[in-house]
Nanobody, 126 residues
Framework: VQLQASGGGLVQAGGSLRLSCAAS????????MGWFRQPPGKERELVVV????????IYSDSVKGRFIISRDMAKNTVYLQMNSLKPEDTAVYYC????????????????????WGPGTLVTVSS
């Protein structure tokens, strides 16, 4: 599978953005799919992961209640709806396909995700 993230940009604190991750080659429903982010000068961190069924998700505490992951079968795309954005959400955001279907195994480790798309920059101004 190949992944391409888009939708980043500059937004004021309190605003919203929706990121898209378009997949080609295989269905996004064939994988557990995650969004990671890498703030300036920091390590890459998990934002959210969803399992293949879509019934199970794991969100980082920092985005819980503000961000929502979803998928569109017809468009073979994974979305990240980001609401109530804060300056600390500023980062390059990446989508990734997990190498194994168990989202509770190695959840937070980027090395457990075998396929990555290029990132998209989100900048939240105060």
């Amino acid at each position: 599978v190949q992944l391409q993230a888009s939708g980043g940009g500059l937004v004021q604190a309190g605003g919203s953005l929706r990121l898209s991750c378009a997949a080609s080659g295989r269905s996004v429903y064939s994988y557990a799919m995650g969004w990671f982010r890498q703030p300036p000068g920091k390590e890459r961190e998990l934002v959210v992961v969803v399992d293949q069924s879509g019934r199970n998700t794991i969100y980082s505490d920092s985005v819980k209640g503000r961000f929502i992951i979803s998928r569109d079968m017809a468009k073979n795309t994974v979305y990240l709806q980001m609401n109530s954005l804060k300056p600390e959400d500023t980062a390059v955001y990446y989508c990734a396909a997990k190498s194994d279907p168990n989202i509770r195994l190695g959840t937070y480790y980027p090395s457990r995700y075998g396929t990555w798309g290029p990132g998209t920059l989100v900048t939240v101004s105060s």
